[in-house]
């Protein structure tokens, strides 16, 4: 039965929902005609008025179903009861899917991102943003260790969150593991690495692993690297942003002229 | 009188000092071994105690003068009085300069940042840690139309502002006239440019100038650019960071094969 093609199908497109909550954010997705909502989401709790009437008027003249909930089950759809002030809605991401059913069919040099530990959610949303921009055909995100996909992604991701490649596994080590049962390079970015990003250019598949800005790539991750990475810096700087480091990743290949 | 050396050497040491104001900055900044610091500045109105009695004995242990005034003349010093919390400390910064002064120095294929409506100080900072970091040789700042250089800016570069080389100028304008004059290429990143960013490799000297998230380019400083440079962007993605931006330009010759 959890195998049947209908099933497969239903969860490939849950895969693929971003629920969306808070009042303006809500608002903004449905302003925005070039999202695919699947349904609005309202508190029974909530007023019919200012914001809330303007959210479910906007949603009825856009065809799209209108669900209300008690508080707690709002919470659950929202996974964020204390900031989803009564709405959320949920967003179809064309480009979201599980890591280990777009594997297959990922291209043969595949650059992915792998983000482990990124718990600042402006960074977050710059990786996305730059990933979506250059030249990355994945971004491995688990939900544990992570910031949550929320407000503040979005809106530092300028809204490309919605169409990112996000590939969504359980475990960052566990999907590594697979990388590199593909004979993909599993690179480690790390300061005190003693071969370069730009030095290194990859003929097969490859995923660059982003730690977190304090701690850098966890242990976990690190036992699935098969080599690390360094970025040159001068005037005795220590470190760069990790978003800034995402970029150059996203860009290095466009920077080499082919 | 006001050439003579004495005049200028003066005025060269204060273009290179850094008044950072705030307790925990101003703590951060007498922990740090590597700051030169040339003053303590306290209120008088300061009661002494805790982080301030603290902040005091630091100073006299590291032999810096503490210099006691009124909240009114501290405001003055720190130009935040609002936000100094009656302390303030001057920092030299060793690559602090003015940019009349620095112009003739320049190297032949000098690459510069001008920072033109950078109002922002989370990305003001990044931007300054990656050209620290990067093949930046001077960063163009005006105070006006740019955030002011206090403690956010210090906390998003990571404390590389205290070394980066900062270039000031009364009008942003007016200094790429000065670009021009010496035969530099004054490039405005633009996301409708026609030409590349990875496409343009300089023989001379360039000014790469950073407009403002939403406006872009101001039009005196367009007025003034030789070429625009765009970064190439997929899944239509409308524009890149500013100091994402700014990190790919800090990392271009790097990219490239030499």
Request: charged letters at 20%.
């Amino acid at each position: 039965m959890s195998d049947s093609p209908e099933y497969r199908e239903r969860k490939a497109f849950f895969d693929r929902v971003l629920t969306v909550y808070g009042r303006k954010p809500v608002l903004e997705v449905l302003q925005n005609p070039q999202l695919h909502c699947h349904a609005l989401h309202l508190a029974q709790s909530n007023r019919e008025q200012g914001l809330v009437r303007d959210i479910r008027a906007l949603a009825e003249s856009r065809d799209i179903p209108v669900n209300t909930h008690s508080r707690e089950a709002l919470a659950r759809i929202s996974r964020n009861g204390r900031q989803d002030q009564g709405v959320a809605v949920d967003v179809l991401c064309p480009a979201f899917r599980q890591f280990t059913d777009a594997l297959p069919d990922l291209p043969p040099r595949a650059r992915l991102l792998a983000l482990d530990g990124i718990t600042n959610p402006q960074n977050l949303g710059m990786i996305i943003r730059s990933a979506a921009a250059g030249e990355i055909d994945g971004i491995l995100y688990a939900r544990g260790g992570n910031a949550a996909l929320g407000p503040l992604v979005i809106k530092a991701s300028a809204g490309t969150l919605y169409r990112a490649p996000l590939l969504l596994c359980d475990s960052l080590p566990g999907a590594l593991r697979l990388c590199r049962e593909r004979q993909m390079e599993v690179c480690a970015l790390a300061a005190d690495a003693t071969q370069t990003l730009f030095e290194f250019n990859p003929d097969g598949g490859c995923v660059y692993v982003l730690g977190n800005e304090t701690e850098g790539v966890s242990p976990g991750a690190l036992k699935e690297a098969t080599r690390g990475l360094a970025i040159p810096m001068r005037n005795g700087v220590e470190s760069l942003n990790v978003a800034v480091t995402a970029s150059l990743i996203a860009y290095a290949g466009l920077m080499r002229p082919t």
